[in-house]
């Protein structure tokens, strides 16, 4: 896929503005509170009918009642013309090819892409959960199936914690028990296996681009661990005293983990700030590689990069459409010999 342009209008502190990318890399160029931040979330809202740390409302400019987008997306030599509209009084339209969306996971199927940002190392310094929503992201572009399988699983858990609560009725909850124990063991295989295929990439992008000498890995930490649906059935099972004291579900996918281990070690618990941002810099260009034709936003990649590793970071986002943000002047991108002919250069 390639975002050949957006348009923006009263999106944040951009008023009226029009911008043109091409294939390989894109650098935008602004100073602090230029907007750089809020371009890649104008585009990440085209692709995902939302924002990545906002409500709708708060995205239109202060001085205006709405805001609208419009993107122009290529894929497979067509054009999808994306347009989006929010309103002060909550009205949201959002149209692909003058085509009503409805569901948002219909994006998400289409659109492929990595959205990095500083904030990202969160990935490994946060709790579970952040984790969890990253490999579901991972597991849905590979196989978007899976968004049902998630939203039922959802469904199934808050329906057996409702029966745990409810003694009276608590026979009748092998009916979820079933269900869940059914979805479950489907989101733990295309977990496990998408777990695989990214430590694989990470790899790679750990060695090609950073040349570091430590070995990374991501390991899956399954709350249940089972080879079929039956031994996750009996897991759930064995528990159901534990849940019924508890009141809700102690065990299950949505209770699972995975870890990122440099030298073998969890690098949450030992690794430096720096290797922590590189090694989730290495994840988020790892899942980039994972599926083809991803366009890449990279918010303020570069900083506390040296000059090699930008090149190296540069070097594999000529293979991808990449949109990358930095503050830099540009003099000295060009000094640094970062710059070079085949760079599309945006200035804020
Ligand atoms: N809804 C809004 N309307 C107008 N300006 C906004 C809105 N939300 C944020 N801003 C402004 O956008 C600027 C920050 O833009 P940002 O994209 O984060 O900058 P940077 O180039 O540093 O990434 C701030 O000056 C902020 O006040
Ligand atoms: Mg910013």
Same mark, same amino acid.
């Given at each position: 896929?390639?975002?050949?342009? =957006?348009?923006?209008?009263?999106?944040?502190?951009? $008023?009226?503005?029009?911008?043109e990318?091409?294939?390989?890399?894109?650098?935008?160029?602004?100073?602090?509170?230029?907007? $750089?931040?809020?371009?890649?979330?104008? =585009?990440?809202?085209?692709?995902?009918?939302?924002?990545?740390?906002a409500?709708?409302?708060?995205?239109?400019?202060?001085?205006?009642?709405?805001?609208?987008?419009?993107?122009?997306?290529?894929?497979?030599?067509?054009?999808? $013309?994306?347009?989006?509209?929010?309103?002060?009084?909550?009205?949201?339209?959002?149209?692909?090819?003058?085509?009503?969306?409805?569901?948002?996971?219909?994006?998400?199927?289409?659109?492929?892409?990595?959205?990095?940002?500083?904030?990202?190392?969160?990935?490994? $310094?946060?709790?579970?959960?952040?984790?969890?929503?990253?490999?579901?992201?991972?597991?849905?572009?590979?196989?978007?199936?899976?968004?049902?399988?998630?939203?039922? #699983?959802?469904?199934?858990?808050?329906?057996?914690?409702?029966?745990?609560?409810?003694?009276?009725?608590?026979? =009748?909850?092998?009916?979820?028990?079933?269900?869940?124990?059914?979805?479950?063991?489907?989101?733990?295989?295309?977990?496990?296996?998408?777990i695989?295929? @990214?430590?694989?990439?990470?790899?790679?992008?750990?060695?090609?681009?950073?040349?570091?000498?430590?070995?990374?890995?991501?390991?899956?930490?399954?709350?249940?661990?089972?080879?079929?649906?039956?031994? #996750? #059935?009996?897991? @759930?099972?064995?528990?159901?005293?534990k849940?019924?004291?508890?009141?809700?579900?102690?065990?299950?996918?949505?209770?699972?983990?995975?870890?990122?281990?440099?030298n073998?070690?969890?690098?949450?618990? #030992?690794?430096?700030?720096?290797?922590?941002?590189?090694?989730?810099?290495?994840?988020? @260009?790892?899942?980039?590689?994972?599926?083809?034709?991803?366009?890449?936003?990279?918010?303020?990649?570069?900083?506390?990069?040296?000059?090699?590793?930008?090149?190296?970071?540069?070097?594999?986002?000529?293979?991808y459409?990449?949109?990358?943000?930095?503050?830099?002047?540009?003099?000295? @991108?060009?000094?640094?010999?970062?710059?070079?002919?085949d760079?599309?250069?945006?200035?804020?």
């Amino acid at each position: 896929m390639i975002l050949k342009s =957006i348009y923006i209008e009263n999106f944040r502190n951009h $008023k009226q503005r029009f911008f043109e990318f091409k294939d390989g890399i894109n650098l935008v160029l602004g100073k602090n509170a230029s907007g $750089k931040t809020n371009l890649l979330e104008a =585009i990440y809202f085209c692709i995902c009918g939302k924002s990545f740390k906002a409500r709708d409302v708060n995205l239109i400019n202060f001085e205006s009642d709405y805001f609208k987008l419009e993107a122009s997306i290529f894929q497979n030599d067509f054009e999808y $013309k994306v347009f989006c509209y929010v309103d002060r009084l909550s009205q949201k339209r959002i149209m692909i090819n003058e085509k009503k969306v409805n569901k948002l996971s219909e994006l998400i199927e289409k659109f492929k892409f990595v959205y990095f940002e500083p904030d990202s190392t969160e990935l490994i $310094k946060q709790d579970p959960k952040v984790r969890r929503r990253f490999l579901d992201m991972e597991v849905a572009k590979i196989y978007p199936h899976m968004i049902k399988t998630f939203q039922d #699983y959802q469904k199934a858990l808050m329906s057996r914690n409702a029966f745990l609560k409810s003694y009276d009725k608590k026979d =009748i909850i092998d009916v979820y028990d079933v269900e869940l124990s059914k979805l479950g063991y489907q989101i733990a295989k295309k977990r496990e296996e998408t777990i695989k295929k @990214l430590s694989e990439a990470t790899k790679q992008v750990w060695y090609e681009v950073f040349e570091d000498k430590s070995t990374i890995d991501l390991v899956y930490r399954p709350s249940i661990e089972s080879s079929s649906q039956e031994e #996750y #059935y009996n897991q @759930l099972k064995k528990q159901f005293e534990k849940d019924l004291n508890f009141g809700f579900t102690t065990k299950g996918v949505h209770r699972d983990d995975f870890d990122v281990l440099i030298n073998q070690k969890s690098a949450k618990e #030992y690794a430096s700030e720096g290797q922590i941002k590189l090694a989730c810099i290495a994840i988020y @260009l790892a899942s980039a590689k994972l599926f083809e034709r991803s366009v890449l936003l990279l918010d303020d990649i570069f900083s506390e990069l040296d000059d090699e590793k930008r090149k190296n970071v540069l070097g594999l986002c000529r293979d991808y459409q990449a949109i990358i943000t930095s503050a830099e002047e540009k003099e000295s @991108l060009i000094s640094a010999g970062l710059i070079k002919d085949d760079i599309n250069l945006v200035q804020l």
